[in-house]
């Protein structure tokens, strides 16, 4: 099978959400299922090609219906930019220590209290491995009434979304039957953002991908597989939730030894002491019916089936199995095994990954959106120095002869040079006082000089020293995505005179109570 590979970097937080969780909450699966990323690319197919029926559509029934081409779960993706792979339940470690590791599905041993690992996805390099784990985030809603837009009784509940954080990357792989599927989606892929998860109209679930590769030989896990001789040990491990059916047709939650041997053609002993499964259930949510899917129990990824072969397997029985997988529901991503993967090593290092200052990824905006956030920060700005403002006036006091009037005459000037933000009015009205005028301003002092010093001084100050007589820092300017809010002179200026104004108008006040 020929394997598109590519990364998904989360520009918005994702939403995938998973059966648990409050009721009032959605708490998001710590992957991308390969169902989501299939449901993204049939919107983008059905929006570029006038398909009528797209069920009935034989290319477009082999690109997404009939399991020919099969859509896997994109998994974080390590250091090396290298998919991850859950982690397999056998592996235990004593409590209250993080290593060494104990491979129970390769060697038995008794351990007086173990634990299972932390990290749901790990990178195995031979007896060495690193833990990953998805950030995730949470943000609060409030229901609003559709008519309303806002919340009002009887429709304002408070729920909560603990989602996959923006930034985080993810490996994910699309396996093609033939070069044809690989042509006709490589572009599709190739062509930028996908929209994928739920509350995409809320700002969750914008996604880039990246480095989109097509691959001939390509291994879900490490393979290095040999004939398996009659007793030989088969060990298998689940790379993704399995949907196994038993003889009676029903679904159940472990891998079913007799559907095992029919895939296999081969007989096989199960070797219980050494399996270590666990059980799960799934869902999902069909948006054209707007009904929720049947809930199914499965065997969750990770578990580890041992046996023991009563017959020669061959490898060639092996491979195919690993490359079609096992159970139903194969194309979005289910049913994928590693046979014999990590059964070479009984005791495993954990291998600490450093620690990387996060750098945030900010959402890029276009169009009208740009232009919107311009206005909210330039209000954030102003807001901020509104408190700057405050602040900086309650350090100045106005001592000394100087009358109400002649502040007041000066605050008159200073309010009509406001609305044209003309520093330069206030300049030359200083500038043709009359003597007695003169005199006060120059009499009356204020941070150690006279008060017409300090009103010439303020009316000469740059833009930057505008800022730092506010104590208004770089740190403080306000953001939205890669849109800043700006300091500029035409801003300085204003701000320039309601200093002025508003140390005037408290010395006023204070005169008056006096």
């Known amino acids: 099978m020929i394997a598109l590979t590519f990364e998904l970097h989360l520009r918005e937080p994702l939403l995938a959400t998973a059966l648990e969780g409050d009721p009032n909450s959605s708490v998001s699966l710590p992957f991308i299922p390969g169902s989501m990323l299939r449901g993204a690319l049939i919107v983008r197919y059905l929006a570029q090609r006038a398909i009528p029926d797209a069920a009935a559509n034989p290319t477009c029934r082999r690109l997404f219906f009939d399991g020919q081409t099969r859509y896997l779960h994109a998994y974080p993706v390590d250091r090396m930019r290298n998919r991850t792979l859950p982690t397999p339940h056998a592996w235990k470690v004593e409590k209250g220590t993080k290593t060494p590791v104990y491979d129970l599905s390769v060697d038995l041993r008794d351990i007086e209290q173990a634990k299972s690992l932390g990290g749901p996805f790990v ?9 990953y784990e998805p950030a995730k985030q949470i943000n609060v809603h409030t229901q609003r009434d559709r008519k309303m837009g806002r919340a009002v009784e009887g429709a304002g509940a408070v729920f909560q979304y603990e989602a996959i954080a923006a930034g985080e990357a993810f490996g994910g792989v699309i396996l093609c039957a033939d070069a044809a599927a690989a042509d006709e989606l490589q572009p599709l892929l190739e062509q930028g953002e996908l929209s994928m998860g739920g509350s995409r109209g809320a700002g969750y679930g914008l996604v ?19 004939d398996i001789p009659p007793s030989g040990e088969l060990v298998i491990t689940l790379l993704s939730d399995a949907l196994i059916r038993d003889e009676n047709g029903q679904y ?15 007989r096989l002993e199960p070797v219980p002491e050494q399996t270590h499964a666990q059980p799960a259930i799934v869902g999902g949510f069909n948006r054209k019916w707007g009904l929720p899917l049947p809930q199914t129990p499965v065997a969750r990824a990770g578990s580890v089936y041992v046996f023991n072969a009563r017959e020669a397997i061959p490898v060639e029985r092996l491979t195919r199995l690993i490359e079609e ?26 291998r600490e990954i450093p620690s990387q200052p996060s750098t945030p990824v900010l959402p890029s905006l276009s169009g009208i959106s740009v232009t919107l956030a311009r206005t909210i920060t330039e209000r954030m700005l102003r807001r901020i120095l509104e408190h700057k403002l405050v602040e900086r006036v309650n350090q100045l006091w106005i001592e000394g002869p100087i009358s109400n009037s002649q502040l007041s005459r000066l605050r008159v000037i200073a309010r009509s040079a406001l609305a044209t933000r003309d520093v330069e009015r206030i300049g030359r009205y200083l500038g043709e006082l009359r003597e007695t005028a003169h005199k006060q301003f120059e009499s009356a002092r204020i941070e150690g000089q006279s008060l017409l010093e300090w009103l010439r001084g303020r009316l000469g100050d740059s833009p930057d020293q505008v800022w730092h007589g506010l104590s208004l820092a770089q740190s403080d300017l306000p953001s939205i995505g890669s849109v800043q809010a700006e300091w500029n002179e035409a801003l300085a200026r204003e701000y320039t005179i309601r200093l002025i104004d508003t140390v005037l108008a408290k010395a006023v006040q204070e005169r008056r109570e006096r």
């Open 252 to 266: 159940v939650a472990y891998l079913d030894v007799a559907a095992l041997e029919t895939w296999m053609e081969a």
């Open 123 to 131: 990178r195995l390099d031979g007896n060495e491995f690193e833990l």
């Open 325 to 350: 997988g096992i159970g139903d529901r194969r194309m979005e991503g289910f049913g994928r095994i590693a046979i014999n993967w990590h059964s070479q090593y009984d005791v495993l290092n954990l």
């Open 208 to 226: 880039e991908v990246q480095d989109v590769q097509r691959l001939a030989d390509w291994h879900e896990a490490p393979m290095d597989l040999d």
